[in-house]
Nanobody, 117 residues
């Protein structure tokens, strides 16, 4: 069955770095767009970064220049390198896989990122 398993979250001080990983299985990873979303308490879930099957990337304005998304199709894994973290980056981060021709979306269970001031 489809699985998206996030890891790498935790507690870090402002200005620090974390690297999130999302290991995928159960679908043809290289054909899917992969994204990271986040949801802070009391707020809606928002797109952080997306990388298409062809490698095109887009970022939310709030993370441009600080976060880097990448994918390794050989390992069926997508990463989110987060640098210069700020307290406002505190949220649960979710991995998402999408195959737009069939309107398919899969979600991971989320990993908590907490940035202390």
């Amino acid at each position: 069955q489809v699985q998206l398993v996030e890891s790498g979250g935790g507690l870090v001080q402002s200005g620090g770095s974390l690297r999130l990983s999302c290991a995928a299985s159960g679908f043809i990873f290289r054909r899917y767009g992969m994204s990271w979303y986040r949801q802070a308490p009391g707020k809606e879930r928002e797109l952080v970064a997306r990388i298409t099957s062809g490698g095109s990337i887009n970022y939310a304005d709030s993370v441009k220049g600080r976060f880097t998304i990448s994918r390794d199709n050989a390992k069926n894994t997508v990463y989110l390198q987060m640098d210069s973290l700020k307290p406002e980056d505190t949220a649960v981060y979710y991995c998402n896989a999408d195959y737009r021709p069939a309107s398919v979306h899969y979600w991971g269970q989320g990993t908590q990122v907490t940035v202390s001031a």
